[in-house]
T-cell receptor, first 119, second 112 residues
Framework: DSGVTQTPKHLITATGQRVTLRCSPRSGDLSVYWYQQSLDQGLQFLIHYYNGEERAKGNILERFSAQQFPDLHSELNLSSLELGDSALYFC??????????????????FGPGTRLTVL | AQSVTQLDSHVSVSEGTPVLLRCNYSSSYSPSLFWYVQHPNKGLQLLLKYTSAATLVKGINGFEAEFKKSETSFHLTKPSAHMSDAAEYFCVVSEAWRALTFGSGTRLQVQP
């Protein structure tokens, strides 16, 4: 158990709908990252938040957005869903101490994922 | 820009024989390198991590990896495979302040 929790575990919805995925980081971790895992694209970085602020964006569609709240949990909002959005969505958290101290990249601890199926 | 190439999409070994999963990376800076494992219908678990300390990194479950800068490689090895090692393995690269870049994965099959 990594200490990162994600809800829900499974989500089935229809095209055109909007869903919200939730992530709670490990205790003490300030950074949350979102990743998408699909059969055709593999594992791709979507977006990174650090202590409530957006830090970096990856291959995130404009229909997708995220935020990190004062209690450090994060939500990923997916709207106008398409069949191709069906994937496993992971969040990961890290403390980022190593990066601040110039000791490389901190380990990211991954949650169990949310499997999204768009019908 | 950072990138990582896993040279084999599938590797099949017999239980008790050595495991070698190959990974080459590209990075403009001194990267951090990771190996993660994903068992079926499970999340990603960190196996080991390299961050410019010792070039031979030991991880969990008997796995280790050697960082070779001259070859830009970070291959994962294990002396003796176990049935429970069957899973998908991801080589990952990251430069400071950047998100992780994953390889395409290597599916390890362990035959009895």
């Amino acid at each position: 158990d990594s200490g990162v929790t994600q809800t829900p575990k499974h989500l089935i919805t229809a095209t055109g709908q909007r869903v919200t995925l939730r992530c709670s980081p490990r205790s003490g971790d300030l950074s949350v990252y979102w990743y998408q895992q699909s059969l055709d694209q593999g594992l791709q970085f979507l977006i990174h938040y650090y202590n409530g602020e957006e830090r970096a964006k990856g291959n995130i569609l404009e229909r997708f957005s995220a935020q990190q709240f004062p209690d450090l949990h994060s939500e990923l909002n997916l709207s106008s869903l398409e069949l191709g959005d069906s994937a496993l969505y992971f969040c990961a958290s890290s403390v980022e101490a190593a990066q601040r101290e110039g000791r490389g990249t901190d380990t990211q601890y991954f949650g169990p994922g949310t499997r999204l199926t768009v019908l | 820009a950072q990138s990582v190439t896993q040279l084999d999409s599938h590797v099949s070994v017999s239980e008790g024989t050595p495991v070698l999963l190959r990974c080459n990376y590209s990075s403009s800076y001194s990267p951090s390198l990771f190996w993660y494992v994903q068992h079926p219908n499970k999340g990603l678990q960190l196996l080991l991590k390299y961050t410019s300390a010792a070039t031979l990194v030991k991880g969990i479950n008997g796995f280790e990896a050697e960082f070779k800068k001259s070859e830009t490689s970070f291959h994962l090895t294990k002396p003796s495979a176990h049935m429970s090692d069957a899973a998908e393995y991801f080589c990952v690269v990251s430069e400071a302040w950047r998100a992780l870049t994953f390889g395409s994965g290597t599916r390890l099959q362990v035959q009895p």
